[in-house]
DNA sequence: GACCAGGTATTGC
DNA sequence: GCAATACATGGT
């Protein structure tokens, strides 16, 4: 395992806030390192001072292609700043998560991962994705296996998704599938088009509701003005965050993983 | 054994 | 339109 990548970056980045939360399934914390899949390819990864070690991934564009998953182009610090402007009651939850990046995940990985979160917890949410690219996807590059195609989960029948336990959620999955291979959902369209298109044109899909919708657009397509709003969150609104100003705001996805973080760590 | 989990579809008023 | 309810499954 010698093909390691150094990627600088600054301290306003933290791969364990950003990898171990709630937007992705497929990381794992192993002592100061983190290991997972993405884009086919299994790496493991920890930070060193100011240098993002990738361990893995040989490929050419290594580096930019987890340069822009990690998002680490963006100004987080500038973000942060201008949401606990708008809402100062955001600043200790900003805080805790300090260093939390919206991935750039794929946007059907996001889509389909979703579907499988609705009305369920988290560790199981991770072993039904895990037990689902087991059963359909390719072997990753290093070790383990890529988050399988809408090709290869359209074709599963109802029987192999109840033998991995996603209950009732099958058909939902076979249809979002399904969509995705017949371009009936488009993510190229759904990036360029107006939020609210972008989010009834996903609505569209049975099992799709305001809940998953925005959690595609949000940790699938970047669109970081979508708000998902689930149990917790809900609280929060009730709560430490009623009457927020947040909603609407441009960056109100960024807010809503730090309250999400933040709520649930209490 | 009831209750909950990063909800949604369906039904009934 | 809005409030209840069923829905698979596994953990507490």
């Known amino acids: 395992m010698n093909n390691e990548i150094i990627i600088e970056c600054s301290s306003d980045f933290s791969l ?3 990898l171990i939360s709630g937007q992705c399934f497929r990381w794992t914390q192993k002592g100061e390192s983190i290991s997972g899949t993405a884009f086919s390819v ?3 990864m920890y930070r060193k001072d100011n240098e993002l070690v990738i361990i893995g991934d040989s ?3 290594a580096a930019e292609r987890w340069r822009n998953y990690l998002d680490l182009d963006t100004d987080y610090a500038s973000i942060k700043r201008e949401v606990v402007a708008l809402e ?3 600043a200790e939850a900003s805080n805790r998560s300090a260093g939390l990046h919206i991935l750039n995940q794929d946007p059907w990985e996001a889509l389909c991962s979703f579907i499988i979160s609705q ?3 988290i560790p199981r949410i991770r072993g039904i994705i895990e037990r ?3 059963l359909c996807a390719e072997p990753a590059v290093n070790g383990g296996y890529a988050f399988p195609t809408p090709q290869k989960v359209s074709q599963l029948t109802l029987e192999q998704l109840a033998s991995i336990g996603c209950g009732y959620r099958a058909p939902y999955i076979i249809a979002a599938a399904q969509a995705v291979c017949e371009d009936k959902i488009s993510f190229s369209e759904l990036r360029e088009l107006p939020i609210e298109q972008a989010r009834e044109n996903l609505l569209s899909l049975h099992g799709v509701g305001p809940k998953v919708a925005d959690c595609m657009l949000l940790y699938g397509l970047h669109r970081l ?4 709003k689930d149990v917790w969150i809900k609280r929060a609104l009730e709560g430490e965050f009623k009457d927020t100003a947040l909603v609407g705001s441009p960056y109100a996805g960024v807010a809503q993983q730090y309250i999400f973080e ?3 760590a209490i």
């Open 16 to 18: 364990k806030e950003t």
């Open 42 to 44: 299994t790496v493991e």
């Open 59 to 61: 490929s050419e564009n």
């Open 88 to 90: 100062p009651r955001l």
């Open 119 to 121: 009305n369920n917890n």
């Open 132 to 134: 689902l690219c087991e």
């Open 225 to 228: 003005e979508c708000f998902p």
């Open 262 to 264: 933040y709520i649930r």
